[in-house]
């Protein structure tokens, strides 16, 4: 019954499609994906370093690989630009901007670090994607009224991440 009546409301008005973070104003976001997929740009790079070093290799399996870790280490660094926009603009709101204007700087040195780091393989643009993403982290909860702590991610390459103190 439903559809039939949302089908003739679609015939009497031509509707458009919406999209959004999520389809109800949820206030449900976190950093934490950001930093994830952040780390894993890094521990990619690790990877393809690694695999090119080794002098045995078979060619063709260290191609496959290679190509599997490229796309892999772009996807997770696409991930952290919708993460962090995700954020930026549905969270940080004009009272949160008015208190930290340098949010707009900040999203805008991860949105180029990500890509340079999509476009190469340099481990120092993926330390500087983390740390950035860092930066972003602890300016959220700051916002949030939380405190932080750095700690070791519990994954290779184990760099600091920052966590709210939950309690």
């Not at 740009?41 to 060619?59: F, L, N, S, Y």
């Not at 999203?107 to 340099?122: D, G, L, N, R, T």
């Not at 993926?126 to 932080?148: H, M, P, R, Y």
Request: with cysteine; aromatic share 6%.
């Amino acid at each position: 019954m439903f559809y039939s009546i949302a089908r003739k409301l679609d015939q009497l008005g031509h509707a458009t499609a919406a999209e959004a973070h999520c389809d109800i104003p949820c206030g449900v976001y976190d950093p934490g994906p950001a930093l994830v997929a952040a780390v894993s740009v890094a521990r990619i790079m690790d990877i393809m370093h690694e695999a090119g070093a080794k002098t045995d290799a078979d060619p063709v399996s260290l191609a496959n690989l290679l190509a599997r870790c490229a796309f892999q280490k772009e996807t997770e660094a696409e991930k952290v630009k919708h993460e962090i926009r995700v954020i930026w603009g549905d969270y940080f709101k004009a009272p949160l901007i008015e208190k930290h204007p340098e949010v707009h700087a900040l999203v805008h040195s991860i949105m180029q670090k990500a890509s340079a780091c999509k476009q190469e393989v340099h481990r120092d643009d993926a330390l500087a994607l983390v740390d950035l993403v860092n930066q972003f982290a602890e300016l959220f909860w700051t916002t949030k009224g939380k405190k932080i702590e750095r700690h070791p991610a519990p994954y290779p390459p184990n760099l600091e991440i920052v966590v709210p103190v939950l309690g």
